[in-house]
């Protein structure tokens, strides 16, 4: 077997699993960690691995019992399971994992009420190796929560051993450190430049990883990843730009591998900052955008419209609410029965290593331009990013629910004073829907109430929809194995690479 060497867009920033973190944290912890659940992959004809968000297998579960009302799930634990550093995993692990979520001081807690899980007393031990997860109805809900990365399977004995009085959850420890049941440990180190992951020697499944580790590289350029990866430096490189990957789908010694998504790539609206406090101007930028030409500019074959909120691939996706064919005389008038005849001047963030983000804000401001709406672009790194973004009145945003459910997406982007609703949208009607949606188990009236929504954002427009970017990585041709899951998360262990000829 040989290492696997990896160029990455994104830096690890958190190692938490319970915290929010940059795309490279998240896939981390994906593979220093296991979870409760997780989808079963299977073999494709290309020499991929896919996954779909309906087939969920045990992980650190190996077999569960849910009560014929479904408010009772009984979860048995896989014997001899160990972390790292060589501590069980037991019943009690899962317990302080879920404790930990809900009392302790990462995101989790809102994933938890989603859960129907708002007090320890629903988590009761019942021996070494089961438990129970008590519930006060039925959730429709519950299976795509469960198989998450953020429940991955945490460490007691290592939380206690690196609290402190003001830490008592140890995440300072956490940001940087890691003792998980997953197919590999974290070696050497330096952060911005690469990151060692090397197997698990207590890891309970070693017969499916199939390499000897991954050597994870930061390359924050598209062209420095591109170079790479051309010299033969690099096995896979993420974040590559629509010519680069014209050029690597015509060159025989790599492999370009795209998978629909169910990304949603957006300019978020601010509905607090005037002028676009008024639905008529917010209206007025999304008919003036070119929405073909952004997306070939932006993303040229690997991408799809998206004509809703809710993405193509999201169950109740409706793209008969679009409404926005590019019309730039129906957003001049708009723009002036709301005052603005002569345009206004207003600020777009973006980061500046998301390639297809800053070529997408450059179309938006030539095509508003014309309208006098003049469009100041801000490009920041990825750290300053996420600490200035609500601060402006226009960001480019790329949003993915890990749960491929419209109330769970609608609940997490743009129910009224959650924390990734970026356009300080909030209507009453929409929350309303949401919070009757979200445990409804009738499948017809969640979806009429799911397309409500829709037409509802839609009309209202604080997001211009711009494209569901494809997810895309570049291989070697010696690689094989990459397996696509619903989060777009890599899972390394699935990776293999023929030897050379001499070897």
């Given amino acids: 077997m040989a290492k696997i060497l990896i160029a990455s867009d994104s830096d690890i920033n958190d190692l938490d699993p319970q915290n929010f973190k940059s795309d490279a944290s998240y896939a981390a912890v994906e593979n220093l960690y296991n979870g409760l659940f997780d989808l079963e992959a299977r073999p494709a004809r290309d020499g991929t691995w896919r996954a779909n968000a309906e087939d969920v297998i045990g992980e650190i579960i190996e077999s569960y019992e849910l009560s014929e009302d479904e408010t009772v799930l009984a979860l048995h634990v896989r014997p001899d399971v160990r972390f790292s550093d060589g501590a069980p995993c037991l019943a009690s692990s899962i317990q302080f994992t879920l404790e930990r979520a809900l ?19 629903q988590i009761r ?28 399977v945490m460490d007691p004995v290592a939380t206690k051993a690196h609290a402190t009085p003001d830490d008592p959850w140890a995440s300072n420890w956490y940001r940087d450190h890691a003792s998980g049941t997953g197919p590999y440990v974290l070696g050497q180190c330096v952060p911005g430049e690469e990151y060692h992951f ?13 390499n000897d580790g991954v050597l994870l590289r930061i390359i924050p350029s598209a062209d420095g990843r591109m170079a790479a990866l051309q010299r033969g430096e690099v096995d896979l490189a993420f974040g590559l730009e629509p010519g680069h990957l014209t050029q690597c789908a015509g060159d025989p010694n790599l492999r370009v591998l795209s998978f629909p998504s169910t990304f949603c790539k957006v300019m978020s609206l601010n509905t607090t900052y005037p002028p676009f406090n008024d639905v008529r101007v917010r209206q007025a930028i999304c008919y003036a955008i070119p929405y073909e030409q952004l997306r070939r500019e932006a993303m040229g074959d690997y991408c799809q419209p998206l004509l809703s909120p809710i993405p193509a691939g999201m169950p109740s996706h409706d793209a008969s609410v679009w409404k926005y064919d590019t019309n ?16 206004f001047t207003t600020r777009l963030i973006t980061q500046e290593l998301r390639t297809d983000e800053v070529l997408s804000a450059q179309v938006v401001q030539r095509a508003l331009r014309p309208l006098g709406v003049q469009v100041e672009i801000v490009k920041v790194s990825e750290a300053e990013y996420f600490r200035h973004l609500k601060e402006f009145p226009l960001a480019m945003f790329q949003t993915f629910s890990w749960v491929n459910d419209p109330m769970y997406h609608l609940l997490a982007n743009l129910k009224g004073g959650t924390g990734k609703n970026l356009a300080n949208y909030n209507n ?17 009236r969640r979806t009429a109430m799911s397309r409500e929504a829709q037409r509802l954002i839609v009309e209202e427009a604080p997001w211009a929809l711009l494209y569901q970017p494809h997810y895309t990585v570049v291989t070697s041709a010696e690689v094989s194995g990459y397996a696509a899951y619903p989060d777009m998360l890599p899972r390394y262990s699935f990776l293999s690479k023929k030897p050379p000829p001499n070897i």
Avoid: C, T
């Fill in 125 to 152: 031990l019942l021996d070494d190796h089961s438990l129970e997860l008590r519930l006060p109805h039925a959730n429709p809900l519950l299976w795509y929560l469960l198989p998450l990365n953020s429940f991955s």
């Fill in 198 to 210: 090397e197997p698990n020697p207590l890891y309970w499944r070693p017969q499916l990883v199939h």
């Fill in 328 to 343: 730039p005389k129906r957003a001049r008038q708009l723009l002036a029965d709301a005052g603005y005849p002569d345009g």
């Fill in 428 to 444: 009453p009607r929409l929350n309303e829907l949401i919070e009757q949606g979200m445990y409804e188990v009738d499948s017809d």
């Fill in 103 to 121: 009392l302790g001081p990462g995101y989790l807690r809102l994933m938890m009420e989603m859960l129907a899980v708002r007090a320890p007393e």
